[in-house]
T-cell receptor
Framework: GQNIDQPTEMTATEGAIVQINCTYQ??????LFWYQQHAGEAPTFLSY??LDGLEEKGRFSSFLSRSKGYSYLLLKELQMKDSASYLC??????????WGAGTKLIIKP | DADVTQTPRNRITKTGKRIMLECSQT?????MYWYRQDPGLGLRLIYY???????NKGEISDGYSVSRQAQAKFSLSLESAIPNQTALYFC????????????FGEGSRLTVL
């Protein structure tokens, strides 16, 4: 079966750095996506990785290792507004998105 | 105004009632999707459509039906609602070139008593 694993919840301190991991086992791979979802709101697109390596976009970076079936989302200089759930999703061989359950990130002052 | 609009945003109904959730978009995208989200679970795909004449079942289509009335409109129906269909429902769109980058509506929270 297809499976995406990410931690259920993480806590970090304002101004610090946090890394949210995602491991996947899917039938084929056509890219990995990270989305941010604030409580009660719609998910919004954060990043896309299809090749191995690090993609940086401001305070957020996303890393991919296809051989290990592994990705992480790195958030730097955490702000209170970063409190949200972060969803990892993989585009499989049929170009269908397979979603993880999401990681709820709690930021403390 | 939102690019992807869902109505109603909240609905409480009773078991056995027919419910329709509507979605309209102004992004000009051909691809539209209906997902449900439950606590502790990932987004699960109910139905998707790649153009007006194309309708496909997703992972959990049983108990649901859809209609693609136009490029911009995609409706989800629950013919006879049951309590385990209580969930947050999202409509989403994508362009053909960016299949993994979805644009979501604000969600429709449905409660079936």
């Amino acid at each position: 079966g297809q499976n995406i694993d990410q931690p259920t919840e993480m806590t970090a301190t304002e101004g610090a750095i946090v890394q949210i991991n995602c491991t996947y086992q899917t039938s084929g791979f056509n890219g990995l996506f990270w989305y941010q979802q604030h409580a009660g709101e719609a998910p919004t697109f954060l990043s896309y990785n299809v090749l191995d390596g690090l993609e940086e976009k401001g305070r957020f970076s996303s890393f991919l290792s296809r051989s290990k079936g592994y990705s992480y989302l790195l958030l730097k200089e955490l702000q209170m507004k970063d409190s949200a759930s972060y969803l990892c999703a993989v585009l499989d061989s049929n170009y269908q998105l397979i979603w993880g359950a999401g990681t709820k990130l709690i930021i403390k002052p | 105004d939102a690019d992807v609009t869902q109505t109603p945003r909240n609905r409480i109904t009773k078991t056995g009632k027919r419910i329709m959730l509507e979605c309209s978009q102004t992004k000009g995208h051909d691809r539209m999707y209906w997902y449900r989200q439950d606590p502790g679970l990932g987004l699960r795909l109910i139905y998707y459509s790649f153009d007006v004449k194309d309708i496909n079942k997703g992972e959990i289509s049983d108990g649901y039906s859809v209609s693609r009335q136009a490029q911009a409109k995609f409706s989800l129906s629950l013919e006879s609602a049951i309590p385990n269909q209580t969930a947050l429902y999202f409509c989403a769109t994508s362009s053909q070139a960016d299949t993994g980058e979805l644009f979501f509506g604000e969600g429709s929270r449905l409660t079936v008593l």
